[in-house]
């Protein structure tokens, strides 16, 4: 072996004993880590155990999703410090500058990385292998406190509209029928450029499934909850908030379509806030309702994003009325009875044709997406014309029904709207949804969270 490769192995080999024994001591590093920030930050000094507590379980986050980054030598991703956005809320709550909450997070990495040089020792293997480890140490240092910041000024400005309760109460009033009039509640309105005639959505988003573990004492429920209403009043245009509230056990938020700004590109910010906050372990079901001409009609907004809230899985996920078609909303929203009107010929056919992989249902999906243009549409399937027309013959042999006729195409339309609502053994349960979410996402009209982890 050469020298050169030796020297390669014996600085490996340093970074891993090194890192490996900054992780058999993380709780000690903590302890010395809190009494470091306790002596040199007096707002830190002046807290009470619980607070220094859950210091103290951040400190051990970080430095155990820091040692994970260095030992398996990659970047820092947004699951890796999911826990920060939480702890950013509580130093909010808890009254910590943010100066303060800054500083005390480049004291804790002080401490880690003081012992990491010590633990290198004297020797140039051991040198050379703490100076490896510098330019990872820095970029998660830098994502990590990046993030942090910016979950601490999203709360803040959060929290400081709640303390007076001015959202709370605007919202409750527009709920009512009622429009604001004078004084703050009109002000307040006005913040969020809800004028009376301003082009809107309602939102309702609730907590899919447990959230992540948070510190201790604390209601996890409550805070996850805290935490997305923050981030969604972030989603307003134009420099204005929108206006969000925690309602009991939902979130209700109310975007202004402003300048530039269609229903299309309003529900692609709102999916984007739920696929942040997956990825940080809080999971959200969200209902979108249509667009709503004023304040006067938020109330009639507010039961469309309940209804549609309903056709999202359980695992969480987007369903949003201005992204379906109401031929698409007709089908979710139909019962058994329905089901059960479709000519039991059409349903064996599309059974059958579901089990061998779809293709004559695409076929059906595509002739008519083609204004029934044979050719055109057997492009868009990307096969021969005379595969297109061999598989219209095979459906009018197997159904009676005619893709040239309209009324035909309808019916067939329907029934496979309809079975991709409904499964097969019954009304519309999850199962149903599921499979309407994988049709449907073509068109983003209800987009499931687990598309997005899977993606990633």
Known sequence: MSTGSSTVAAVRDQRTRILSELLGEVPRLADAA?????????????????????????????????????????????????????????????????????????????????????????????????????????????????????????????????????????????????????????????????????????????????????????????????????????????????????????IVAVPVLGPGCGPEELCDRLQAVVESLAAEGIRLAMGISAVAAGVAQLPQ?????????????????????PRLTPFQYLALRADETARHLVDPLITALLAEDRARGGVLTATIRAFAAADLNLRTAAEHLQIHPNTAQYRLRRIQERTGRSLRSINDLVELLVAIALQDAHPASGGPTNAGRERLATVTNEGRGIVDVRSFHESR
């Open 34 to 250: 809190v009494a470091a920030i306790r002596a040199e930050i007096p707002a830190y000094a002046a807290q009470g155990p619980g607070l220094l507590s859950d210091v103290r379980d951040q400190v051990i986050r970080h430095y155990r999703a820091k040692l994970a980054v260095l030992l398996e030598e990659r970047g820092t991703t947004f699951e890796d410090i999911a826990f920060t956005r939480r702890a950013a809320m509580r130093r909010v709550r808890a009254g910590v500058a943010l100066t303060d909450y800054m500083n005390a997070y480049r004291v804790g990495q002080r401490i880690f990385w003081e012992s990491l040089v010590e633990r290198a020792g004297r020797t140039p293997a051991g040198r050379e292998a703490a100076l490896s480890l510098a330019a990872l140490q820095m970029r998660y240092c830098d994502f990590a406190s990046t993030h942090a910041a910016n979950a601490y000024m999203e709360f803040q400005q959060y929290a400081a509209a709640e303390v007076v309760r001015e959202s709370r109460d605007l919202l409750e009033t527009l709920l009512a029928g009622a429009t604001p009039m004078r004084g703050r509640e009109l002000a307040a309105a006005q913040a969020h450029g809800l004028a009376t005639d301003a082009p809107l959505l309602a939102v309702i988003a609730m907590l899919a499934g447990p959230p992540a573990e948070t510190g201790a004492g604390l209601d996890r429920g409550a805070e996850a909850a805290h935490a997305a209403c923050a981030a969604i009043a972030r989603t307003g245009g134009n420099g204005t908030r929108t206006l969000s509230v925690v309602r009991q056990s939902e």
């Open 301 to 321: 907004a507010y039961q469309e994003a309940r209804a549609v809230l309903d056709f999202v899985p359980e695992e969480g996920g987007v369903a949003a009325l």
